[in-house]
């Protein structure tokens, strides 16, 4: 059974730093390719990051501008994101994905694996 678990959400002002965590299981998490999303509250889920297997490729979504990074470390199952001057406006349940493919990839329905997602809130 595949489980994705996320972690390291959390409050934190305006400006600030998170870095979330998810840890695989049950895949052999080094051919996978895998991605952050995110939702807010009232909107749909939007594409954050990803990252390819070996680690060659990651893109992220535009309104990134730079602020947050993804990164993977196969010998522990684990990928994250590292968050970086957060806003109000990145407030929103944050989701692990992962997909049977090693090429990263930017639409939600190339993900066949979903975590549970973590709660990341900004304060002003």
């Known amino acids: 059974q595949v489980q994705l678990v996320e972690s390291g959400g959390g409050l934190v002002q305006a400006g600030g730093s998170l870095r979330l965590s998810c840890v695989v299981s049950?895949?052999?998490?080094?051919?996978?390719?895998m991605g952050w999303f995110r939702q807010a509250p009232g909107k749909e889920r939007e594409f954050v990051a990803a990252?390819?297997?070996?680690?060659?490729?990651?893109f992220y979504g535009d309104f990134m501008k730079g602020r947050f990074t993804i990164s993977r470390d196969n010998t522990k199952s684990t990928v994250y994101l590292q968050m970086n001057s957060l806003k109000p406006e990145d407030t929103a349940v944050y989701y692990c994905?992962?997909?049977?493919?090693?090429?990263?990839?930017?639409?939600?329905?190339?993900?066949?694996?979903w975590g549970q997602g973590t709660q990341v809130t900004v304060t002003s």
């Open positions: 990252i390819s297997w070996s680690s060659s490729t990651t």
């Open positions: 994905a992962g997909r049977s493919s090693a090429v990263a990839a930017s639409l939600e329905r190339a993900y066949d694996f």
């Open positions: 049950g895949r052999t998490f080094s051919s996978d390719a």
